[in-house]
């Protein structure tokens, strides 16, 4: 391992350096509305212990979107990703390889690489996370790794879905509940169609079906969660606690209640079998169109979006969902419509939101409109610990989203 020391952005008056929005009527907006309410937080399986505290009026006239730094290393086959657990202990993933810092992002420290994967190519990091500064893990190309000295060790866990894709994993605070999402191959029936793409290309009558495990001891042994048969896999996961949480992907979207997985109820289609309820539109092909994302503020109201642009809400824990949105309505001649690509809802009316097309948005009221803010930084990933406490990253920066 070794430590890299980075530029630090010096001044607020250096253009290149700090975007400053106090004068946007946008951000002002946010922190207005957001006024004294405390936050909801980041989910479950990632929160810090740090305080949630409700923003002043002094500290909303100063919210800015400020440049921290250039990040320690750009790669060619960047997956970006950003998490911290206070002010100064945080990480971000450049691809193939994890940066730690311990000091608010002075300097940055290599704890992974994750060099060539199965077929030579680079092995990029998927996703990450930690629960504290010692204990975290990390996904690559069908790998998941688990450190509990801070990233000096890291050991290779068994992957349940070894005979198929593993795609995803969340791990409650606690380190010890977590699950593993993907889709295992397994045998088709007469009527299930081999024309697609997660057909098993290896001469057996195979494809793939969406597949969950859970582990209560932190990752070293696993077992299935039954979910329905649906073709495809699960990308993400989204936990409250241990009793409450959701599941996307290309097989659709589904809620954990009373121990049990279930299928999202508002199926229903018109008379051209298109689904009535757009954000759970499921279309294979180019371009494809699933659920790519989903945050719940309590057990029951929720917010669903899909690649397609459509952005849902849920007052019943994700039983069924109604359409509030068309993002892509926006641009009606659009390729790839500005879906949301994340969300952090800090309550039922006030969030954040990442779109594909690296645009920060923010909404008022609840998701029904989403106003973009043009600041040309082409971000990839956000993360926020509660309201006052956010950073983005670029494919050349880290940025804090501060009052």
């Known amino acids: 391992m070794h430590v890299l020391r980075v530029k630090h952005t010096v001044g607020i008056l250096a253009a290149s350096a700090i975007l400053a929005l106090a004068a946007t009527g946008v951000v002002k907006a946010f922190h207005a509305r957001l006024g004294n309410r405390q936050s909801g937080g980041q989910q479950a399986a990632s929160q810090s212990a740090g305080s949630k505290q409700a923003l002043t009026a002094s500290q909303r006239s100063h919210t800015r979107v400020i440049k921290v730094c250039d990040l320690p290393e750009k790669e060619e086959y960047s997956h970006l990703q950003v998490q911290f657990l206070n002010e100064g202990d945080g990480w971000v993933s450049t691809g193939r390889k994890l940066w730690k810092t311990t000091d608010a992002a002075q300097t940055w420290q290599c704890i992974f690489d994750a060099g060539s994967g199965k077929f030579r190519a680079t092995n990029v990091i998927y996703d990450f996370q ?8 990390i996904l ?4 998941l790794r688990k450190t509990t000295d801070g990233g000096l060790t890291w050991k290779l866990l068994p992957n349940p879905i070894a005979d198929g894709w593993l795609r995803s994993f969340k791990f409650l605070k606690d380190g010890k509940v977590g699950r593993v999402g993907g889709g295992l191959y397994k045998d088709l029936g007469e009527d299930e169609g081999r024309a697609n793409r997660f057909y098993a290309h290896d001469g057996t009558n195979r494809g793939l079906f969406a597949a969950v495990f859970r582990t209560e001891d932190g990752g070293a042994t696993w077992r299935s969660e039954p979910v ?9 996961f989204y936990f409250l606690d241990r009793d409450h949480g959701w599941a996307t992907g290309e097989a659709g979207d589904f809620y954990f209640r009373d121990g049990k997985w279930f299928d999202s109820q508002s199926g229903d ?12 539109e499921i279309a294979i092909g180019a371009p494809t169109y699933c659920p790519i994302a989903l945050w719940f503020v309590d057990t029951r109201v929720g917010w669903l979006s899909n690649s397609n642009g459509y952005i849902g809400k849920s007052t019943n824990g994700g039983v069924t969902w109604a359409d509030i949105v068309s993002l892509g309505a926006e641009d009606p001649n659009y390729v790839l419509p500005p879906a949301i690509a994340q969300f952090s809802f800090f309550d039922a009316s006030t969030a954040w939101g990442l779109d594909w097309h690296g645009n920060l948005r923010t909404t008022f009221d609840g998701g029904a409109t989403w106003t973009a803010l043009d600041l040309g930084l082409d971000l990839e990933h956000m993360f926020f610990l509660d309201a006052g406490h956010g950073w983005a990253v670029s494919r050349d920066a880290l940025f804090r989203i501060t009052p």
């Not at 930690?130 to 893990?137: E, K, Q, T």
């Not at 289609?269 to 759970?280: F, M």
């Open 140 to 143: 690559t190309f069908e790998e």
């Open 228 to 236: 329905s048969r649906s073709p495809g896999n699960i990308s993400g």
């Open 269 to 280: 289609v018109d008379d051209r079998e298109d689904p009535v309820v757009k954000c759970e």
């Open 130 to 137: 930690f629960v504290s500064a010692d204990l975290g893990w």
